[in-house]
């Protein structure tokens, strides 16, 4: 990619085992802790890899993280389930009715819906602990707003095409909202600094305003 990037692409017939190819190789290489790889950039399709130039060529960083790939691992670690409080309510939710319309089903149908799948972290992107998630369920799949919001609200979860997304801070954006959760997703004084990391499981509650209200005090 540059003088000091190496990015590996990777096919496969889902975006499930495409994602686990991605994790699986951003995990060999975090820990094989090779000198001189300064950081490590996980997307749905690729992982890009940031290394010093003055440590390393090309060809031959490249052979050291087939080896690191290519070498016997234990069993992964199963990655953690995290449950999100959402709440639909009309204000938390300014585009749902245009999904549901979209969509044919009525509010309760697609909340239903929406929360009855389990969505997995691809990567973190756009903003500091933005994750964005796979698992939509196709018939609730939409475009982006064709005009970009100036403002989106903390904790806004959103639909973006075939994704589902989660502002981590308050910032313009063009996804579809459909709720919000009160939880803080991301926190620069927390370890780690992201309430979601990559392979992690995302399951989402339903909660009415007083439960938002509530859980927004912790």
């Not at 509010?107 to 929406?114: D, N, P, Q």
């Amino acid at each position: 990619m540059s003088d000091s990037a190496l990015l590996a692409r990777f096919d496969g017939p889902t975006p499930m085992e495409v994602q686990a190819q991605v994790t699986a190789l951003f995990d060999a290489i975090r820990e094989a802790s090779i000198e001189g790889v300064i950081n490590l950039h996980p997307a749905f399709r690729s992982l890009l890899v940031v290394y010093n130039p003055m440590r390393w060529t090309p060809p031959a960083l490249l052979q050291r993280l087939e080896e690191a790939g290519t070498r016997p691992r234990p069993a992964a670690k199963r990655a953690k389930t995290v449950t999100l409080p959402i709440c639909f309510s009309p204000g938390f939710a300014p585009d749902l009715p245009r999904v549901c319309a979209t969509a044919g089903l009525e509010s309760g149908e697609a909340i239903a819906l929406f929360t009855a799948r389990a969505y997995r972290v691809a990567f973190l992107g756009f903003a500091p602990g933005f994750p964005y998630l796979l698992g939509l369920p196709p018939v609730l799949a939409m475009p982006r707003r064709a005009r970009p919001s100036t403002h989106i609200p903390a904790g806004s979860v959103g639909i973006a095409g075939d994704q589902t997304g989660i502002y981590p801070a308050d910032t313009p954006g063009g996804w579809q909202i459909i709720g919000r959760t009160p939880l803080r997703l991301f926190d620069a004084e927390r370890e780690p600094m992201s309430l979601l990391l990559p392979g992690d499981e995302v399951r989402f509650v339903v909660i009415d305003e007083p439960g938002y209200e509530e859980l927004s005090q912790w």
